[in-house]
Nanobody
Framework: QAQLVESGGGLVQAGGSLRLSCAAS????????MAWFRQPPGKEREFVAA????????YYTDSVKGRFTIFRDNAKNTVYLQMSSLKPEDTAVYYC????????????????WGQGTQVTVSS
């Protein structure tokens, strides 16, 4: 399992932007599928976006398509989530997750998790 550390969360007004980062300690990072999940207050953890090992394949939940971009820098062992046009309903704790193998979008399929970073979008 990789150790993952997220950063970049904070408070932003609706319509604003934030970039989340997730640094991995795993030297085999390029072989990991990386994903972002989020957990809104009082709700279940939900899939946001995923990227395959070489960065060529990206996947998004419908509610963030066109607003969020996931990308990775394998030289830095880091995956990012660029969030734009933020809405109050994007408020959540955002988690970085990793797994080996094929891309999955269910949190039970991921074995490595970060501690989470809070994103709050004010209206």
């Amino acid at each position: 399992q990789a150790q993952l550390v997220e950063s970049g969360g904070g408070l932003v007004q609706a319509g604003g932007s934030l970039r989340l980062s997730c640094a991995a300690s795993e030297r085999t990072f390029p072989y990991f599928v990386m994903a972002w999940f989020r957990q809104p207050p009082g709700k279940e953890r939900e899939f946001v976006a995923a990227v395959n090992g070489n960065g060529a394949g990206t996947y998004y939940t419908d509610s963030v398509k066109g607003r969020f971009t996931i990308f990775r820098d394998n030289a830095k062992n880091t995956v990012y989530l660029q969030m734009s046009s933020l809405k109050p309903e994007d408020t959540a704790v955002y988690y970085c997750a990793g797994r080996t193998g094929v891309v999955r979008t269910t949190y039970a399929d991921f074995s490595s998790w970060g501690q989470g970073t809070q994103v709050t979008v004010s209206s």
